[in-house]
């Protein structure tokens, strides 16, 4: 299991780079669906807990997080998803074990 460099950076709003940013390159932020907060966490996790991400289009307002978070969970095994900011794009994205 990754070793968390922090609990909790608050909204899912650009969670990675903030993460990086905080921590340095080797942290990797996630949005925690159940919780709509950003988790950072280390990049050195062992291969069996390696997190991996893709993306499942762009989310609108008819699909949002729970829509999002669906799709990619009939994409992945164990997959999940949330709507993510970059500029004016909002952006399925998923993540999932690799």
Wanted: with cysteine; proline share 5%.
């Amino acid at each position: 299991m990754a070793k968390p460099c922090n609990n909790n950076l608050g909204d899912c709003q650009q969670c990675d780079e903030r993460c990086k940013t905080k921590y340095g390159p080797t942290c990797q932020g996630s949005c925690d669906n159940t919780c709509k907060q950003c988790l950072c966490n280390n990049e050195s996790a062992s291969p069996a807990s390696k997190i991996c991400y893709s993306g499942a289009g762009l989310c609108t307002p008819k699909c949002w997080d729970e829509c999002c978070n669906k799709t990619c969970a009939s994409m992945y095994l164990n997959g999940v998803g949330y709507c993510d900011s970059i500029g004016h794009i909002n952006l399925c994205k998923c993540q999932y074990p690799c």
